[in-house]
């Protein structure tokens, strides 16, 4: 059974870094893309970018580029995301996803919030 | 904002059926982009409810189900229960972001 297991919640200030860990379990790590989404308050899901563990190449999204990384250790099936220059309407629920093999997400962790906030 | 349209809110009586609609374009799901469908109960994350369009992952009740036709696809529930009560979220993929977008959310209530 596919498991993701995230980073505990974060509290960052205005201008600020954070970092987000992915742990999987269960399944061949390299087989599959991850993908993080994150959740405004009370807003939808929006997709921030993805990692092919196997070929170790991110792709973003243009709204997110040049402020947000992604990175995969295949020796310790962990995925991670940095984004940086924090600014409050970064505050969200932040999700890493194991995608499917038709450019859907099959699996979620169980979401990481992080708070940004002076 | 997102480039597939869902309505905000759809409601129904247990038992009854409803549907959902995802109104996209040229670059998405009128490319001919499956569309996948997501149940989130709040507080919680996004459960894959239809992928590819039409398919059920393993668990997932038949009172879902999906259905694609040119750039609008739609997902049904029949025999609403309780426990269908969430949000309900399309995605698919657009080429001329060059990324994956989701609808806007429609919150089903169970009257």
């Known amino acids: 059974q596919v498991q993701l297991v995230q980073s505990g919640a974060e509290v960052k200030k205005p201008g600020s870094s954070v970092k987000v860990s992915c742990k999987a379990s269960g399944g061949t790590f390299s087989d599959y893309s991850i993908s993080w989404v994150r959740q405004a308050p009370g807003q939808g899901p929006e997709w921030m970018g993805r990692i092919i563990p196997t070929l170790n190449i991110a792709k973003y999204a243009q709204k997110f580029q040049g402020r947000v990384t992604i990175a995969a250790d295949k020796s310790t099936s962990t995925a991670n995301m940095e984004l940086s220059s924090l600014r409050s309407d970064d505050t969200a629920v932040y999700y890493c996803?194991?995608?499917?093999?038709?450019?859907?997400?099959?699996?979620w962790g169980q979401g990481t919030l992080v708070t940004v906030s002076s | 904002q997102s480039v597939l349209t869902q309505p905000p809110s759809v409601s129904g009586a247990p038992g009854q059926r409803v549907t959902i609609s995802c109104t996209g374009s040229?670059?998405?799901?009128?490319?001919?982009?499956?569309v996948h469908w997501y149940q989130q109960v709040p507080g919680t994350a996004p459960k894959l409810l239809i992928y590819g369009n039409s398919n059920r992952p393993s668990g997932v009740p038949d009172r879902f189900s999906g259905l694609k036709s040119g750039t609008l696809a739609s997902l049904a529930i029949t025999g609403l229960q309780a426990e269908d009560e969430a949000d309900y979220y399309c995605?698919?993929?657009?080429?001329?972001?060059?990324?994956?977008?989701f609808g806007t959310g429609t919150k089903v209530t169970v009257l």
């Open positions: 996803v194991r995608e499917g093999q038709g450019l859907y997400f099959h699996y």
């Open positions: 995605q698919s993929y657009d080429s001329s972001l060059s990324a994956y977008v």
């Open positions: 040229s670059p998405n799901i009128g490319a001919g982009y499956d």
